[in-house]
T-cell receptor, first 115, second 121 residues
Framework: AQKITQTQPGMFVQEKEAVTLDCTYDTSDPSYGLFWYKQPSSGEMIFLIYQGSYDQQNATEGRYSLNFQKARKSANLVISASQLGDSAMYFCAMRERSNFNKFYFGSGTKLNVKP | GAGVSQSPSNKVTEKGKDVELRCDPISGHTALYWYRQRLGQGLEFLIYFQGNSAPDKSGLPSDRFSAERTGESVSTLTIQRTQQEDSAVYLC???????????????????FGNGTRLTVT
């Protein structure tokens, strides 16, 4: 089974609107961390936000927030007030405490922000 | 401080030649990863180094691929007898010290370099 599933290969959003990028995960480890990365067309991977499995509150970093639904094993990224510079690939990733040397990445979502 | 540095940023080589890619991790980061990313695809794990432990080579696609790391410093990924299907971006990433897998050890993100774009002609 896939550890990380991103079901949206591509998404469009109008500038200044909010957008949600989906991520579901599969683990039996109660201790894990979830990460989101942004990859612009220039290629670098930029770390955006982290959510721990024991965190009581959803993580937020500026315009980025993580909608963490533990029972559903989902960790969706919400980008508020989209900007043209948000156009990029977005990858969801997971790391388990029991296998902490492994980072599992999803297949990514290509976000296009329209002016 | 300096981030993860990779060189060269671009490499064009002829089929059959050997190439060597270099990664200089963030100082103090004991964990180092190599990934491959083909055009329009996700990240493919290649190899993982953690301090002086034996590396996890489970992602290397063939025996033409090898990697070395001296201590907690620079790593080199070598591809021998390159093939056209080796064309991809090779990404290196490092992560802060883990020590034992205690509760907070898995919240350390990977910090990526800008990658080496390899083109085999």
């Amino acid at each position: 089974a896939q550890k990380i599933t991103q079901t949206q290969p591509g998404m469009f959003v109008q500038e200044k609107e909010a957008v949600t990028l989906d991520c579901t995960y599969d683990t039996s480890d109660p201790s894990y961390g979830l990460f989101w990365y942004k990859q612009p067309s220039s290629g670098e991977m930029i770390f955006l936000i982290y959510q721990g499995s024991y965190d009581q509150q959803n993580a937020t970093e500026g315009r980025y927030s993580l909608n963490f639904q533990k029972a559903r094993k989902s960790a969706n990224l919400v980008i508020s007030a989209s900007q043209l510079g948000d156009s990029a690939m977005y990858f969801c990733a997971m790391r388990e405490r029991s296998n902490f040397n492994k980072f599992y990445f999803g297949s990514g979502t290509k976000l296009n922000v329209k002016p | 401080g300096a981030g993860v540095s990779q060189s060269p940023s671009n490499k064009v080589t002829e089929k059959g030649k050997d190439v060597e890619l270099r990664c200089d991790p963030i100082s103090g980061h004991t964990a180092l990863y190599w990934y491959r990313q083909r055009l329009g695809q996700g990240l493919e794990f290649l190899i993982y180094f953690q301090g002086n432990s034996a590396p996890d080579k489970s992602g290397l696609p063939s025996d033409r691929f090898s990697a070395e790391r001296t201590g907690e410093s620079v790593s080199t990924l070598t591809i021998q007898r390159t093939q056209q299907e080796d064309s991809a971006v090779y990404l290196c990433a490092s992560s802060s010290p883990l020590g034992s897998p205690h509760l907070s050890s898995y919240n350390s993100p990977l910090h990526f370099g800008n990658g080496t774009r390899l083109t085999v002609t």
